[in-house]
């Protein structure tokens, strides 16, 4: 495996294999990297020839109050995982290389980050997806991985590359999740033993309103949601920012009947750890 720390260098890799007519993967990340990203790597090199991830902890996309300098890191320890599972080049940008300076330029979401995440994160999505344009105008790829745990990033990335006619494919796999049921996260390494048994309501509640859907044959929106407040309810030191059944393309709440396909959105804070879920509503 290569590993890269400059933009220019990582397009001549690129471009050199693209005109011999390989197939370009890219799996962008922040690193600290577990089971879920590299399910995301398992699918790229399945479909590829050049497998490329990037680790970079994007500052655009914290806010000021946000877990930017905490944020975990393991370089070495993601460089190994990262090879054996077969990445072919590891794109280690600094901030500098990123960021020279402050961007003069950089993407508006428009409409799909007005809510849930980017309301609750402003300039959250501004960030992420100004990143991701130029991750990929630098790494050049065919197809882009992301996963579906963040599913309003995805859906917003799947929307920029349509919009802006970025020509490059978004692929969208399922959350990868621990045998207790919690999505892997990054950042569930700041939660003590204690706390993530509390967390354990999350993909509980997710659970709940998947069999109210699926066994119970539950369609009214309301009732569903519901189903997952009465989880979320027995763990009152869970502190819920929204719980949301959303039509997955435009991300707005259904009001009444959901349907098969359909996202079911939750953030929660645990002490001082902020998790995200989801499930797609008649997922297997
Ligand atoms: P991150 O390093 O958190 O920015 O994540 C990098 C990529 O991995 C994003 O596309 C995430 O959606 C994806 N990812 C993170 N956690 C999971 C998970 N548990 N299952 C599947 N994909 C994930």
Not at 53 to 71: H, K
Not at 224 to 238: N, T
Request: aromatic fraction near 4%; charged fraction near 25%; charge should be negative.
């Amino acid at each position: 495996m290569k590993r890269l720390t400059r933009a220019r260098e990582v397009r001549e890799v690129v471009t050199a294999e693209r005109a011999q007519g390989r197939r370009v993967a890219f799996v962008p990340t922040m690193g600290y990297l577990h089971e879920g990203h590299l399910s995301l790597v398992e699918r790229a090199r399945a479909e590829a020839d050049l497998v490329v991830m990037s680790i970079f902890v994007n500052p655009l996309q914290f806010a000021p109050t946000e877990d930017l300098a905490r944020y975990p890191r393991d370089m070495e320890g993601d460089a190994l995982k990262a090879e054996s599972r077969g990445v072919d080049l590891l794109f280690v940008p600094d901030v500098t290389e990123m960021y020279p300076a402050t961007p003069r330029v950089s993407v508006t979401p428009g409409p799909l980050a007005d809510r849930w995440e980017g309301a609750v994160r402003p300039g959250h999505f501004a960030g992420v997806l100004t990143v991701v344009l130029k991750l990929l105008n630098i790494v050049q790829p065919h197809v882009i991985y992301m996963g579906r745990k963040d599913a309003q990033q995805a859906v917003l990335v799947e929307a920029m590359c349509e919009d802006l006619n970025v020509g490059v494919r978004v692929r969208v796999s399922p959350t990868v999740r621990d045998s207790d049921g919690l999505a892997l996260s990054s950042r569930n390494v700041y939660l003590s033993p204690e706390e993530r048994g509390r967390a354990l309501a999350i993909p509980g509640a997710l659970q709940a309103i998947q069999a109210a859907f699926t066994v119970a044959a539950i369609r009214d929106a309301d009732s569903l949601v519901a189903a997952g407040w009465e989880v979320l309810e027995r763990e009152p030191s869970v502190g819920v920012e929204y719980l949301a059944l959303v039509n997955p393309r435009t991300l707005e709440p259904r009001e009444s009947e959901a349907e098969t396909g359909d996202l079911v959105l939750v953030a929660a804070r645990v002490g001082s750890t902020r998790l995200i879920d989801n499930i797609v509503l008649g997922a297997t």
